[in-house]
């Protein structure tokens, strides 16, 4: 049933318009509840149906008259009303409770993400390169943030039936390498490598790198390093592989946490070795020059004229970070056969996104064309009782106490059997909503007292609804509610529920479209909303068997449709809180 009440308004559409009834799917929409002036269910803007596009005012009402006027009603389209350039539809409040309900029954997964009109989307494989945090260095605000979006991108592109590749391409490669092996040949510890890894590579990144800015002796130690990491000499290749498995380790115990997992961790390491035979393909095909300071360029300018280019190449013959994210991008495309392929990182790296894309663009590559940047911008005052935030670890830990401490202030853990982890859980929610509900380009400022409110629209909200709704299905447990009398269900409270769900679909499409998470979460919050005044309205206690019994019809599928939201975004829901 994919579509059936698009389809059903589409049908009695198509016969007064020159518009096929598959045509006009998408250019049918739900009626968004709280805009709500007339009792509609779903409309069709006028102009969107006029060919040759849109027509003067005064004509345009009269047509939109005039076709509301030719349309036929049915059993499913019970009324059709001319409004401002648009036609609304009302649909059969019993029909529309029996079809959505009904399937959400019989497929919970399957409801939005099968609808007709996502089916252009399906198929094919789309890797998704996120997170990516550099060995050694600071895990900041952005990795989380590239983490978490990265994260929503590939589990909504999984939903919608693509085939998903998820890649962690780690900084490990480059000069600081060089410094790193040379001061942890100075100072490091096997011990403290076992013990606190991430920790002590930091430190030991911190201290040489302080060394260095008094002591020369340090850089040409570092430069001895690299080199030999260059030349692949056994020690310090051992070393190194050693720093790089110790944190893949850690890393991958950590995403465990957040519920976030890779196919592949690759890293710029794995592509140094490539960028000679890029080099010798882009001279090849004429695209690579040497300039006046001796440096590898390519021209970007469309014109010839040099006025705006990239540099592949240093003068001393060594390879750049984007030279390396030629050769990672061409060797994906050869490994994994992608359609599409997607970054995300902070907005600093838009221009090297756009130089990467113009470069395999003029090497002849087509599939150029489906690669994306997903950028998002800065989160400001991210830290925690440690101090500004250096490990990934440490905003869980700081999520997971804040949020223990507030549930055991409402003293509501004390029914739980893992308190620990429902407040992990809660507080990555938090977490992930704060950061979903705007633009992703726009830049916020964090607040964990903000983030972790169990009021407004915040992902503590989200979860206790949830869990409200698993506490009433549970207490009735015995009563069976699977598909089941819905006359009960035409007050205005469950309606507006019901109306809300058919836009599901539509919003699922725009966040696929320009893959920003906060159409989804919009919903969701709705979502909450209504279905919480429709807890309050529409008791199951002491109500009728039929009017419990198909209440409790709603609320369930209500919660199945929220469980799923949330695990696209990536959110594991709770069940008690
Ligand atoms: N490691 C980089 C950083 O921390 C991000 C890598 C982004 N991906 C890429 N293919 N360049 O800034």
Excluded at 26 to 49: E, G, H, M, T, Y
Excluded at 350 to 366: E, K, N, P, Y
Excluded at 421 to 433: F, H, K
Aim: hydrophobic fraction near 40%; glycine fraction near 6%.
């Amino acid at each position: 049933m994919a579509c059936f009440f698009r389809r059903s308004v589409a049908r009695q559409l198509a016969k007064v318009c020159e518009v096929s009834e598959d045509a006009l799917i998408p250019l049918i929409s739900a009626v968004p509840v709280s805009k709500k002036q007339v009792s509609a269910d779903l409309r069709v803007s006028v102009s969107c149906l006029l060919q040759g596009g849109a027509a003067p005012d005064g004509d345009l009402h009269t047509k939109t008259q005039a076709l509301a006027n030719q349309i036929r009603r049915d059993s499913v389209v019970e009324d059709v009303v001319a409004g401002r350039g648009v036609i609304h539809f009302r649909l059969n409040k019993l029909i529309l409770a029996q079809k959505l309900l009904g399937q959400l029954q019989s497929d919970p997964d399957g409801f939005g993400v099968k609808s007709e009109l996502l089916q252009h989307l399906q198929g094919g494989r789309t890797l998704v390169e996120f997170s990516s945090p550099n060995i050694a260095k600071k895990f900041h605000a952005g990795h989380l943030r590239s983490t978490i979006i990265g994260n929503f991108i590939a589990n909504l592109k999984k939903a919608l039936g693509k085939e998903v590749i998820r890649v962690n391409y780690l900084g490990d490669w480059g000069m600081q390498f060089g410094l790193l092996g040379a001061g942890f040949e100075r100072f490091g510890s096997q011990e403290k490598l076992k013990t606190q890894p991430l920790e002590h590579l930091f430190e030991v990144y911190v201290q040489v790198n302080r060394e260095a800015e008094c002591d020369e002796s340090v850089h040409s130690a570092a430069a001895g390093f690299y080199r030999r990491l260059v030349q692949r000499e056994d020690q310090a290749m051992a070393l190194w592989t050693q720093f790089r498995e110790i944190t893949v380790l850690e890393y991958k115990r950590i995403y465990q946490r957040l519920g976030v997992d890779f196919d592949h961790y690759s890293g710029e390491s794995l592509h140094d070795g490539q960028t000679q035979s890029v080099l010798e393909e882009l001279t090849a095909k004429r695209l690579l020059k040497t300039s006046e300071k001796g440096t590898g360029v390519v021209d970007l300018s469309g014109t010839g004229d040099m006025s705006s280019y990239a540099t592949l190449v240093r003068s001393d013959g060594t390879s750049l970070y984007l030279t390396r994210d030629v050769a990672a991008a061409l060797d994906r495309k050869q490994r994994f056969g992608f359609d599409e392929m997607i970054y995300v990182t902070d907005k600093s790296q838009i221009a090297h996104f756009q130089q990467l894309f113009h470069i395999l663009a003029a090497m002849g590559h087509q599939w150029a064309e489906r690669c994306r940047h997903v950028a998002f911008g800065l989160v400001q005052g991210m830290s925690t009782r440690r101090g500004e935030v250096v490990f990934l670890e440490d905003v869980l830990e700081e999520a997971r106490s804040r949020m223990i401490n507030n549930m055991t202030q409402s003293r509501t853990s004390k029914v739980l059997e893992d308190p620990e982890q429902t407040a992990e859980r809660i507080g990555i929610s938090a977490l992930i909503i704060q950061d979903f509900r705007g633009p992703l380009m726009s830049d916020y400022k964090f607040d964990w007292d903000k983030v972790l409110q169990a009021q407004g629209d915040t992902g503590v909200f989200l979860q206790y609804t949830h869990a409200r709704l698993c506490s009433l299905l549970r207490t009735h447990a015995s009563d069976t509610y699977s598909c089941c009398d819905v006359s009960p269900l035409t007050d205005s409270r469950s309606v507006s529920v019901l109306q809300h769900l058919l836009r599901y679909d539509e919003v699922l499409l725009q966040s696929a479209n320009d893959l920003q998470p906060r159409h989804l979460v919009n919903f969701l919050m709705t979502l909450s909303h209504l279905v919480a005044s429709a807890h309050r309205e529409l008791p199951v206690k002491g109500s009728p068997a039929a009017t419990a019994q198909a209440r409790l019809c709603l609320f369930s599928s209500v919660r199945s449709v929220l469980a799923s939201g949330m695990r696209i975004l990536g959110i594991t829901p709770v069940d008690k809180m």
